[in-house]
């Protein structure tokens, strides 16, 4: 049973940072790619950022680029994702998921694990 638990979500007010962490457990963490999603409140879910299996490639939408940076720790099993310069546009309920390839994955669909998702919140 795959489990991937996030954390560090909260509010913060506009240009301040926030570090997502999740940890994973369950499968063989380094051997598969993982993703940061958000979804806002009457929005779809959309990808932010997406590491490698290694961390060597990296993903990022163009509205988080610059901002945001994905990593990772196979040694600790987590994956972070440190946000910075937020904006009020970046509130959102924050996921972390995991893909069985060990490449970037930009398909939704091709998560095959979710966490439950952290919520964060940023005031103008």
């Known amino acids: 049973q795959v489990q991937l638990v996030e954390s560090g979500g909260g509010l913060v007010q506009a240009g301040g940072s926030l570090r997502l962490s999740c940890a994973a457990s369950?499968?063989?963490?380094?051997?598969?790619?993982m993703g940061w999603f958000r979804q806002a409140p009457g929005k779809e879910r959309e990808l932010v950022a997406a590491?490698?299996?290694?961390?060597?490639?990296?993903y990022y939408a163009d509205s988080v680029k610059g901002r945001f940076t994905i990593s990772r720790d196979n040694a600790k099993n987590t994956v972070y994702l440190q946000m910075n310069s937020l904006k009020p546009e970046d509130t959102a309920v924050y996921y972390c998921?995991?893909?069985?390839?060990?490449?970037?994955?930009?398909?939704?669909?091709?998560?095959?694990?979710w966490g439950q998702g952290t919520q964060v919140t940023v005031s103008s």
């Open positions: 369950g499968r063989t963490f380094s051997s598969y790619s």
């Open positions: 590491i490698s299996w290694s961390g060597g490639s990296t």
């Open positions: 998921a995991t893909a069985r390839t060990k490449g970037i994955v930009v398909v939704t669909t091709w998560y095959d694990y």
